[in-house]
């Protein structure tokens, strides 16, 4: 919500990681900006600016979204999720056991990709999870290591909805 206004900047309210944050904004100021600068969440990094690399994802509702190239002013009411929320997920813990890491500075990108692969997705098959890595790059190119990542996951998913069925019979 807009709750005050100056010459150049406004307050408005953003929801991240479950919690509303006041920041002053200007019009042009991207949500990347907003996330680091004004609410210290530096985890979503910059690296080309123009929306190729995808260093910058975090989460809009759930959806992949590249921080560099949307709007904090288009961002508000929506749900924005960032690498800082991710400490206990299952797709973190797979990067770490399949040493999907290396320099890893596109890796919060490529945790919130996967993450919401793994979500929308849950019997992604190669070409699937292909198409979904596509939108970020490694340098260190570790690429491999991240689909047996999000291959894990989605196996142990699996594995953990069979046993819920078996439990429910
Ligand atoms: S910094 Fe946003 S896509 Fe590269
Ligand atoms: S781990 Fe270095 S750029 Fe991906």
Redesign the pocket.
């Known amino acids: 919500m807009i709750s005050s206004n100056t010459r150049k900047y406004t307050v408005v309210s953003l929801l991240v990681n479950g919690v509303s944050h006041d920041v002053m904004i200007r019009s042009a100021d991207t949500l990347l900006y907003t996330l680091r600068e004004q609410l210290g969440l530096t985890g979503a990094k910059y690296a080309c600016g123009n929306g190729d690399c995808g ?1 910058c994802t975090v989460l809009v509702n759930g959806k992949p979204m590249h921080s560099c190239l949307t709007l904090a002013i288009e961002s508000i009411n929506d749900e924005i999720t960032t690498i800082e929320s991710m400490k206990h997920s299952d797709i973190r813990s797979a990067f770490v056991a399949n040493w ?8 919060p990108g ?1 945790i919130l990709n996967c993450h919401a692969l793994v979500n929308e997705h849950p019997d992604a098959d190669d070409e699937i999870i292909e198409e979904w890595l596509k939108s970020n ?6 690429y491999q290591e991240i689909k047996d990542a999000v291959k894990s996951v989605l196996e142990a998913n699996k594995l953990k909805a069979k046993e819920n069925s078996n439990l429910a019979q």
């Open positions: 260093a999907a890491i290396q320099c890893g500075y596109c890796t490529f790059l490694c340098r260190c190119t570790g």
